[in-house]
């Protein structure tokens, strides 16, 4: 255990207590444990270990996604990921070369399906992958993303 | 309705297909104030939920990384015309807001 990533934690922790008793975070529910060590992971690699508690991720041609060849806005780039697979805990978005590389992670409650449609921003040319998460095993695709500076081509 | 938050929610052969964008800068943490030099710090919707008549059916992480006033669509079984579809986000700084509307 790194001691100052735990003394950060609890001090967070504390934080988030006094507010939640101070009435402030109304809809309780909605705080619900937001994967901060996923989010902050500088690879992909923490960050599948951080979500799935696995750095192993099949490649799977059952889902696919749904993004630009060229993103010309590079702020607002469309991703969809649609997988044909039951039993969906969680639905990740992750961009390889951004500084953070998990962009999104969704968690599917009963009745949701392997559907999912978002906006990334995205630093530069990068394959974005969707990971998938069921029955305790992670399954992935991936494709790539062009970004072009100055929307020039390029 | 609140504030900066569409929903749309539409049944179709049992599957209902909902459709949300909520207002927010979704400041990342790594720009720089042009003029001071200094970063902006990161503000940005962590979590957004998504009930199906007050049960949970979906459940949005977000991070920085995710676009301006942030675009979430998704799909589940079941559903009919008139049941409330309501969306409830938090931010990293402890704001919320939600939304609600009727299935179509």
């Known amino acids: 255990m790194k001691r100052r990533l735990f003394l950060k934690g609890t001090l967070a922790g504390g934080a988030i207590a006094v507010a939640a008793s101070a009435g402030l975070l109304i809809p309780r529910t909605v705080m619900a444990a937001w994967p901060k060590s996923a989010f902050e992971a500088k690879n992909i690699k923490d960050a599948l270990n951080a979500i799935g508690g696995t750095s192993t991720a099949t490649s799977s041609g059952k889902i696919k996604i749904n993004a630009p060849e060229i993103a010309e806005v590079s702020a607002e780039v469309r991703i969809t990921v649609d997988a044909d697979m039951d039993n969906i805990d969680s639905i990740s978005i992750i961009v390889e070369k951004n500084p953070s590389p998990l962009a999104a992670h969704f968690e599917l409650g009963s009745g949701a399906l392997g559907y999912v449609s978002t906006r990334v921003k995205m630093a530069k040319t990068s394959n974005v992958m969707a990971v998938i998460k069921a029955g305790g095993k992670l399954y992935s695709a991936k494709k790539e993303v062009k970004v072009t500076v100055g929307g020039c081509g390029g | ?104």
């Open chain 2, 1 to 104: 309705m609140a504030k900066g938050i569409l929903i749309r929610s539409k049944a179709s052969g049992g599957v209902t297909l909902v459709r949300s964008s909520m207002k927010h800068k979704m400041e990342t943490g790594q720009r720089k104030n042009k003029k001071t030099g200094k970063k902006i710090p990161a503000h940005f919707i962590q979590v957004a939920k998504f009930e199906h008549n007050g049960k949970v059916v979906f459940t949005a992480n977000l991070g920085p990384a995710v676009s301006k006033n942030p675009y979430v669509s998704f799909k589940f079984k079941g559903g009919n015309k008139g049941d409330t579809i309501k969306v409830s986000w938090v931010d990293n700084k402890g704001k919320s807001a939600s939304g609600e509307d009727k299935i179509r």
